[in-house]
C-alpha cells in the first residue's frame, strides 16, 4: 500500500514547508523517544507552501504492508518557516486502525501515556 503524509495549515499565513519525515512500526516497535533521523539524507525535501486552512499531501510516498494483525502507529516530524522565515517543527504520532474489511485505515491521534514526547512542537 502507498502512504503518503497530508497536513494542514492550521495558522492564518502561508507555511513553507523545509523537511519532513515519517514512518509506519508496529507498537511493539515503538521506543519511547522518536527516531527520528540525524542523516538529513533520509528525510524528504520540502520546499513548497502551504496556504492557511489548505490540506497539502506530499508528493513523497512510502510502500508499506498492511498484512498485519497487531496495532501500529505512523509517526513523523514537520519542520516548516512561518511567512516571517521564524523556523517551526512539528512531531506528531497517529494509530494506524484498518476497518473490518481491512480496504481503508483511519489514523486517530495516539495519546497515551509513554508516547507524549512523539507530539512536541517548537
Known sequence: MLIRLECTNH?????????????VRP??????IPPYPT???????GGMYVAPDKL????AQRVYSMEWTDRHAAFGRIDY???F??????????RVVKN???TD??????REDGYEKYWDES
Open 81 to 83: 518557516e512561518d511567512v
Open 100 to 102: 473490518k474489511a481491512g
Open 11 to 23: 495558522g492564518r499565513t502561508p507555511a513553507k514547508l523545509i523537511r519532513f519525515w515519517w514512518d
Open 27 to 32: 507498537f511493539q516497535a515503538l521506543p519511547k
Open 105 to 110: 485505515f483511519s489514523h486517530p491521534p495516539l
Open 56 to 59: 497539502f499531501t506530499t508528493r
Open 85 to 94: 522565515g521564524k523556523p517551526h517543527s512539528y512531531g506528531f504520532i497517529l
Open 39 to 45: 542523516d538529513k539524507k533520509e528525510w524528504f525535501d
